[in-house]
């Protein structure tokens, strides 16, 4: 019944604007989203008195800025009709990459290119396994997240590396100028740089056709595969820059380091109102998911909320977030 | 048709090589008693592939049952320490019906609310592993203070297999039973195989898969007493990862993660291959951190494997076009 419904609406939305560009500005996911953030802001602010201070809020962005750096790529991966389950098992196994070059005795550049090279490799199997061989990416990256994170496993055991040089901190610790962090920097010009690519070129135009309809796609001359291909690329390769950041912040590299992130990209992702089926989502909106939850996790971090509890609040809001505007249409209608 | 058999035939083949490359090395593993031993090992995975097998079929997947495995565990298990003298099989019914319970919040959201199956359960996960730390507050509950009664259940031997390892036999008859005789089992295949045409043949799309999930959920419920009570601790991150695990033995039983193809040999021979690897690691001096790798590495093969056995022969009028779908 449900299926026969959602594709009579789908077929009537032909028109491609109706209403004014500002009222569908107010109304869309992102403004909802921004008054949650600043809701939340809010209460934060009254919750507790140590969350008014800028270096407080400065070291609150570190909650997502590694997560967001992944999630900018995610976005287009999921937009595109893909998904891609193991960017935590590529942070886990480019933070041991660079545990053996830094053990060989390389400087910090060559642990930073070991780094991003094998995100950049990791993805590259992502995709030839997706787009060469055809094969769903769910699976495929369910493996790999077991394969890669069992590398790191088999390298490590339960020992851990070290000892990283000491200008490598500058990623993950150091600061642009006053309470700018490195990755916050990182985190603002992947924002705009992603922004752009999906928001104003061909190839971000391409990314929407794909997971709207690969085959009509095809069709009208895309390259769907190279495309995809691409995508895996970009998440392995932002895997690969998160993994420098996270690793230069702790200082050390486990075979569990970040583990279950990938939940938490995702999570972003579709909060920001990236819709899991492909097709629909924007930059923007995963901006400021990425902004509600690191102050969600830094507001209850300071009520001494333990980790956990705030892992049921990251689940209930994904499915909350998904489940409310469904709600209320299935209200409307009946 | 000759393609299932000849699939299954080769995960037979597979496991018996398996079998023969550790048996080559460490005879004794080969023994009766000992393949019994890495049969009720592999029970509770072979149960949940069972239901996570439903699940996929009707073209969802269930990332919550480890921790719905958890959930259930620590309530029996905490029901165990409070009334010591509630009899083990209301607590098995106890098990199933909080599990199915559990499968139904799933099953609701993805039916009434049509959000995709992925996000909900990826929440659900999180929220069943949370909501055991609140009920504990973090705390494990040990084995002296679980009674004899609530211990021994699975480990009860009856002709020569523990009964955790006759729930595996009873519960792979059952779902054999469903999948093959009954028109519930026949829709589970009809919604994974076209939706469209389900609807068309009156099928209720979202209620099979409410009801894939219901299933999924009472064996992840079942499976959480089972498990607390066989490993005699329960706390709040027993079972962790497991779902992969679960997927795993899907996939590598050939089970079609996009729908439609699923076997209940299948997923039992699957859910085998990683319980002997699993077992045969430490006995052949592997070192259990590459049971994890290799875990992954066989979910790939046998995926990249499934999609070249599978692949249609019909004509190709544009290649990228048919890769596309």
Redesign the interface.
């Given at each position: 019944m449900s299926l026969a419904e959602t594709q009579k609406t789908a077929a009537r939305h032909i028109p491609d604007r109706l209403t004014t560009p500002l009222a569908r500005t107010l109304k869309s996911w992102e403004s909802l989203l921004l008054l949650v953030a600043i809701g939340i802001f809010i209460l934060n602010s009254f919750a507790s008195p140590y969350f008014l201070n800028a270096w407080n809020l400065s070291d609150a962005t570190f909650n997502f800025t590694e997560k967001a750096m992944i999630a900018f790529a995610m976005a287009l991966l999921i937009i595109s009709g893909e998904i891609d389950l193991s960017v935590a098992s590529i942070i886990a196994l480019a933070s041991t990459a660079m545990g053996l070059v830094m053990q060989a005795g390389f400087g910090t550049p060559a642990i930073v290119a070991t780094g991003l090279v094998t995100g950049l490799l990791c993805g590259a199997f992502n995709g030839v396994l997706v787009t060469r061989l055809g094969l769903p990416s769910i699976v495929v990256t369910i493996g790999t997240m077991s394969l890669f994170r069992g590398i790191s496993y088999i390298v490590l055991g339960d020992g851990a590396f070290r000892g990283y040089p000491s200008d490598f901190a500058w990623f993950g610790q150091g600061y642009v100028f006053w309470v700018i962090t490195v990755e916050l920097m990182i985190f603002a010009i992947l924002a705009v740089i992603y922004g752009i690519v999906l928001h104003k070129t061909n190839f971000g135009r391409a990314v929407y056709a794909i997971g709207n309809n690969a085959t009509a796609a095809t069709f009208s001359g895309i390259r769907v595969e190279r495309v995809k291909f691409i995508l895996f690329l970009l998440t392995g390769l932002m895997s690969g820059l998160a993994s420098v950041c996270l690793t230069s912040r702790l200082g050390s590299t486990r075979p569990s380091i970040a583990s279950g992130m990938e939940l938490e990209v995702v999570t972003m992702v579709v909060l920001g109102g990236v819709s899991i089926l492909g097709g629909s989502g924007s930059i923007p909106g995963v901006v400021i998911a990425a902004f509600v939850m690191g102050l969600v996790t830094f507001g209850l971090g300071l009520l001494n909320v333990p980790g956990i509890v705030m892992s049921i609040v990251v689940g209930a809001l994904l499915i909350g977030v998904i489940a409310l505007p469904r709600i209320y249409q299935n209200l409307r209608r009946t | 048709m000759t393609l299932l058999k000849s699939r299954e035939a080769i995960l037979v083949g597979a496991i018996l090589l398996l079998l023969a490359l550790v048996a080559s090395r460490f005879p004794g593993f080969v023994t009766p008693s000992n393949l019994v031993a890495v049969f009720t090992d592999t029970a509770p995975l072979i149960i949940l592939a069972l239901g996570q097998m439903v699940v996929i079929l009707t073209r969802s997947?269930d990332l919550s049952v480890a921790a719905n495995l958890a959930l259930t565990g620590m309530v029996c298990a905490l029901i165990n320490v409070a009334f010591p003298g509630v009899p083990v099989p209301v607590l098995v019914a106890l098990a199933l019906g909080l599990g199915a319970l559990m499968g139904a919040i799933n099953g609701f959201?993805v039916w009434?609310?049509?959000?995709?199956p992925?996000?909900?359960t990826?929440?659900?996960?999180?929220?069943f592993?949370?909501?055991i730390?609140?009920l504990t507050n973090?705390s494990w509950v040990n084995s002296h203070q679980m009674s004899s009664a609530f211990k021994a259940f699975p480990r009860e031997n009856i002709l020569g297999l523990p009964v955790l390892g006759w729930i595996a036999v009873l519960v792979t008859l059952i779902l054999g039973l469903v999948m093959s005789r009954t028109t519930l089992g026949r829709a589970f295949f009809a919604v994974g195989g076209n939706?469209?045409a389900a609807?068309y043949t009156g099928i209720?799309?979202?209620r099979t898969q409410f009801l894939a999930f219901v299933i999924s959920g009472m064996l992840a419920g079942l499976t959480g007493y089972l498990w607390v009570a066989r490993y005699a601790v329960a706390y709040?991150d027993i079972a962790g990862g497991f779902e992969?695990d679960v997927?795993?033995a899907c996939?590598i039983g050939g089970i079609s993660?996009?729908g439609g193809v699923a076997t209940v040999a299948g997923a039992v021979l699957g859910a085998l291959f990683l319980g002997i690897i699993k077992n045969a690691l430490p006995v052949i001096d592997v070192?259990p951190?590459?049971?994890?790798?290799?875990?992954?590495?066989?979910?790939?093969i046998a995926?990249?494997f499934n999609?070249r056995a599978g692949r249609s022969k019909g004509r190709v009028i544009?290649k990228?076009?048919e890769?596309?779908?």
């Open positions: - | 997947i959201l009434k609310l049509t959000i995709p992925i996000v909900v990826l929440g659900t996960m999180t929220i592993r949370g909501i730390f609140l973090g939706p469209h609807v209720n799309v979202g709040v992969l997927v795993a996939v993660i996009a070192s951190f590459w049971q994890l790798a290799i875990s992954g590495a066989a979910i790939i995926v990249t999609s544009l990228s076009a890769h596309a779908q």
